[in-house]
Each structure stands twice: as structure tokens, then as C-alpha cells.
Nanobody, 115 residues
Framework: QVQLVESGGGLVQPGGSLRLSCAASGRGFSMNGMGWYRQAPGKERELVAR???????NYGDSVKGRFTMSRDNAKNTVYLRMNSLKPEDTGVYYC?????????WGQGTQVTVSS
């Protein structure tokens, strides 16, 4: 069982920045396979960023160049640094752990970009 706890959401003005955190705990998980997704009202959940088993971090097209996913292996924590935020970045952001045998989601954290 893997537990994922997100934090760091909130209200920010357009052009501002936020950093989300996701602390993972439990057995049998790897930091490879961690990712961030988001869901806006009335829309499907979409990929924001993901650390694959091999290769570089993958980013959704709409966040490339603005968002950066990083990790602290010692703390079992991943981060999502979000810069140049836009109103269309508003939504609930979910931390995800995915492997060939498991798929876990955090409870989500709300990000609202508005003036």
C-alpha cells in the first residue's frame, strides 16, 4: 500500500508561482513512476509531469517551460514548481504513483489562478 499526501496549493494571481509537494509512504514503491496530474472543472484529468522508469521527465504540452518536477529521494517527496501561472492552470492537482502492478492517487490539492 502506498500513501500520497499533497500540499502547497492555494490562490495565486496570474503570472505568479506555487510549489506543490507530494510525500509518499508505504512499501514497494519507487520514485520512478511518480507523477502529477490535474483536473479542471468539467474536464478530464490530464498529465502535468511524470518521472518515467527510464529517461527524462515528461511534461504536458501546456506546461512545458513553465513547470518543473523534481524529487528528494531521501524524503520520498516529489515537487512541482509552477511558474508563470495562467488562469487555465486552475484545477485540482493530484499526485500519482504508477507501476506495472499498482496505481495510487493522492487526495488532491486545489490550485486557483485568478486576479
Amino acid at each position: 500500500q502506498v500513501q500520497l499526501v499533497e500540499s502547497g496549493g492555494g490562490l495565486v494571481q496570474p503570472g505568479g508561482s506555487l510549489r506543490l509537494s507530494c510525500a509518499a509512504s508505504g512499501r514497494g514503491f519507487s520514485m520512478n513512476g511518480m507523477g502529477w496530474y490535474r483536473q479542471a472543472p468539467g474536464k478530464e484529468r490530464e498529465l502535468v509531469a511524470r518521472i518515467p522508469t527510464f529517461g527524462n521527465t515528461n511534461y504536458g504540452d501546456s506546461v512545458k517551460g513553465r513547470f518543473t518536477m523534481s524529487r528528494d529521494n531521501a524524503k520520498n517527496t516529489v515537487y512541482l514548481r509552477m511558474n508563470s501561472l495562467k488562469p487555465e492552470d486552475t484545477g485540482v492537482y493530484y499526485c500519482n504513483y504508477n507501476s506495472p502492478t499498482a496505481n495510487y492517487w493522492g487526495q488532491g490539492t486545489q490550485v486557483t489562478v485568478s486576479s
